[in-house]
């Protein structure tokens, strides 16, 4: 076996432990969240996030079997490149002496293993629950800090990026629907 010793064989099916490794990812990230954050700590989960995002888009571009999870994967990819870019690019104009992380932590990586191990016919609709725990964790984070922070600089940040957070929350929540008739 190669990779992660948390993978999932290739093609494994087994909808058990992918829905607990969904869990436990979506508890873990909520209640990390959910505290009032400093902003080190904002900064590490958004971008550990972000990346995640980003990784589990460009999966789901290649391995999607329903055209409108390709559309949103697309959407959310590009939303957030951009997003990071702008995270980035406010640390670096800050002269903040933290750098922002460059990989997943051990979560988001169990969650990217499982995404590559899903068998084919079932890669859609675990890409739409993990969406839905990692749009609602970001959701959380993000308010958490706006509303508890005094870093006005980052919060206006922040202020620009729940609405596109939001978006994708209505995307993955249709996309949901849309899958479980099928």
Same mark, same amino acid.
Do not use: C, W
């Given at each position: 076996?190669?990779?992660?010793?948390?993978?999932?064989?290739?093609?494994?099916? @087994?909808?058990?432990?992918?829905?607990?490794?969904? !869990?436990?990812?979506?508890?873990?990230?909520? /209640?990390?969240? &959910?505290?009032?954050?400093?902003?080190?700590?904002?900064?590490?989960?958004?971008?550990? &996030?972000?990346?995640?995002?980003?990784?589990?888009?460009?999966?789901?571009?290649?391995?999607?079997?329903?055209?409108?999870? *390709?559309? /949103? &994967?697309?959407?959310? $990819? !590009?939303? %957030?490149?951009?997003?990071?870019?702008? $995270?980035?690019?406010?640390?670096? &104009?800050?002269?903040?002496?933290?750098?922002?992380? #460059?990989?997943?932590? @051990?979560?988001?990586?169990?969650?990217?293993?499982?995404?590559?191990? !899903?068998?084919?016919?079932?890669?859609?609709?675990?890409?739409?629950?993990?969406? *839905?725990?990692? %749009?609602?964790? /970001?959701?959380? $984070?993000?308010?958490?800090? %706006?509303?508890? /922070?005094?870093?006005?600089?980052?919060?206006?940040?922040?202020? $620009?990026?729940?609405?596109?957070? #939001?978006?994708?929350?209505?995307?993955?929540?249709?996309?949901?629907?849309?899958? @479980?008739?099928?």
């Amino acid at each position: 076996m190669t990779g992660s010793s948390n993978a999932p064989e290739p093609g494994s099916k @087994s909808d058990l432990v992918s829905g607990m490794k969904e !869990a436990v990812g979506g508890a873990v990230g909520l /209640a990390v969240a &959910a505290s009032s954050i400093a902003r080190p700590q904002f900064i590490t989960h958004a971008t550990i &996030a972000n990346l995640y995002e980003i990784e589990a888009a460009q999966i789901a571009l290649r391995r999607a079997r329903h055209e409108d999870v *390709k559309q /949103a &994967a697309q959407a959310m $990819l !590009a939303d %957030h490149e951009k997003m990071g870019r702008e $995270l980035k690019s406010f640390i670096g &104009a800050t002269n903040s002496p933290q750098l922002p992380p #460059e990989s997943l932590d @051990s979560v988001h990586q169990m969650l990217i293993d499982d995404l590559k191990g !899903a068998a084919d016919e079932d890669f859609d609709k675990r890409y739409v629950a993990q969406q *839905k725990i990692a %749009h609602a964790e /970001a959701l959380t $984070l993000f308010r958490t800090y %706006h509303n508890t /922070a005094r870093d006005d600089g980052l919060r206006s940040l922040i202020g $620009l990026a729940l609405p596109v957070l #939001e978006q994708h929350m209505r995307m993955v929540n249709e996309l949901d629907t849309a899958l @479980s008739g099928t």
